[in-house]
């Protein structure tokens, strides 16, 4: 046994702890409560084994978990960024690179190296597998605001157009669950939880 390299995995361990404590906007499935990340992140790798059939490209699966198990570990650092905020951007890159750096970086180099590797895959989202898991943290909060009538989209006053632009990627990853969410997302306007641009 190497003890260091265990010492060094503990710790990684005890510093993603702090993941419990990022709150999200996001309220759970019919409930006043927000989210945290570390829920987020286990709802969202449940949902890719669950919905993997689903993915427009066959899939590495693991590979799937991986990514929406650690994507948002840098938000310890940088915080979560809400996907409608519209004053900071929710592609903050800069800082969650930085966070990236230091929080794996406290892995053995060459476990900590693959970990900012499936991170930069899921960031960049070329890869069928990034695509996949950006559906996936994409459709969780769809479902999370149907289930609230509207949950941020009505709180925040969310209008059509921005929910669609940003939602649309999930088409990247499956077609098949755009076509769905886009049928939740047009419910959701007739039942008044979101608004059309030109509504009052």
Known sequence: MNLDILLQQVAFIHEIDKIKYIQR???LFNSDRTENDAEHS?????????????????????????????????????????LYDTIVNHDNTIAERKAAKRIFGL????????????????????TPEAKFARAMDRFEPILQNVSNQGGTW??????????????????????????FTET????????????????Q
């Open 25 to 27: 906007k996001t309220r």
């Open 42 to 82: 286990w709802h969202l790798a449940v949902m890719a084994l669950t919905l993997a059939e689903h993915s427009n490209e066959p899939i590495d699966t693991l590979k799937v978990l991986k990514m929406l198990l650690i994507h948002d570990v840098v938000e310890i650092d940088s915080g979560d960024v809400f």
């Open 154 to 179: 009505t709180e925040y006053n969310v209008p059509y157009d921005t929910v669609i632009e940003k939602t649309r990627k999930i088409q990247h990853g499956s077609e098949t669950l755009w076509d």
């Open 107 to 126: 892995l053995p180099a060459k476990q900590a190296e693959e970990f900012i590797a499936i991170w930069e895959e899921f960031e960049t989202g070329d």
């Open 184 to 199: 939740l997302i047009n419910d959701s306007v007739e039942k008044g939880y979101i608004k059309k641009t030109n509504d």
